[in-house]
């Protein structure tokens, strides 16, 4: 089985998540291809995708929506899931949790549209000070924020062994279309 995790990334923690779910699925499943959205030109020859991007501004960066687009007709016709990389572990403790599944919940419908996934699991990556303006730093670490590298490979190794598990079994024991963490 060929599998693609392909990945848009701007600052490298997602490319980072991205290679680390290849090598994980590679070890059970055999050949795993993790590249750049931007390098894919086609997906018909993998029998099962995984795409994941990083957040900006609420949305997924403009290369992996295009890939997304581009490539709609034929990732729905396998296994595809996607996850999204952002900083909800970086808000104050109180706001974490609401502010993944809002964001879990945002950019799943927007994806849905597109794709029937099977999954969609957003990540924590890495937020450093200087990607916030200056005069709120102080304020968002005074209610609680944090930066740094927040990324839970415990919880990436957990998603990565499900979609594992659902691909080493025969086809018409899984289910599609569905979304879920
Ligand atoms: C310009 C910019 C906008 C961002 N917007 C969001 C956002 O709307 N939601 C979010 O959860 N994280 C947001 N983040 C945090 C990034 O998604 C996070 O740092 C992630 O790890 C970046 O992945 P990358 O290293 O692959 O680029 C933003 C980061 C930057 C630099």
Redesign the pocket.
């Known amino acids: 089985m060929t599998v693609l995790v392909a990945?848009?990334?701007?600052?490298?923690?997602?490319?980072e998540i991205a290679q680390h779910i290849a090598s994980r699925m590679a070890a059970a499943l055999g050949e795993v291809e993790c590249r750049s959205v931007e390098e894919v030109e086609a997906v018909s020859g993998y029998e099962a995708v995984v795409v994941g991007s990083?957040?900006?501004?609420?949305?997924w960066?403009p290369p992996a929506l295009l890939f997304f687009n581009h490539h709609a007709r034929e990732l729905a016709k396998r296994p595809a899931w996607a996850f999204s990389?952002?900083?909800?572990d970086a808000l104050p403790k109180p706001f974490r949790r609401r502010?993944a599944a809002l964001?879990q919940k945002r950019l799943a419908e927007v994806l849905i549209k597109e794709v029937p996934l099977r999954g969609h699991k957003i990540f924590?990556?890495?937020?450093?000070a200087g990607?916030m303006p200056a005069p709120l730093r102080k304020l968002f670490r005074l209610t609680g924020g944090r930066f740094g590298d927040l990324r839970d490979w415990a919880a990436v190794d957990e998603w990565t062994d499900q979609i594992t598990d659902q691909l080493a079994k025969p086809a018409s024991s899984t289910s599609s279309g569905s979304i879920t963490g």
Do not use: C, E, F, P
Request: hydrophobic share 40%.
């Open positions: 990945y848009a990334s701007a600052l490298g923690s997602t490319r990083a957040i900006h501004n609420q949305a960066l990389v952002g900083m909800a502010g964001q924590s990556g890495v937020y450093k990607q």
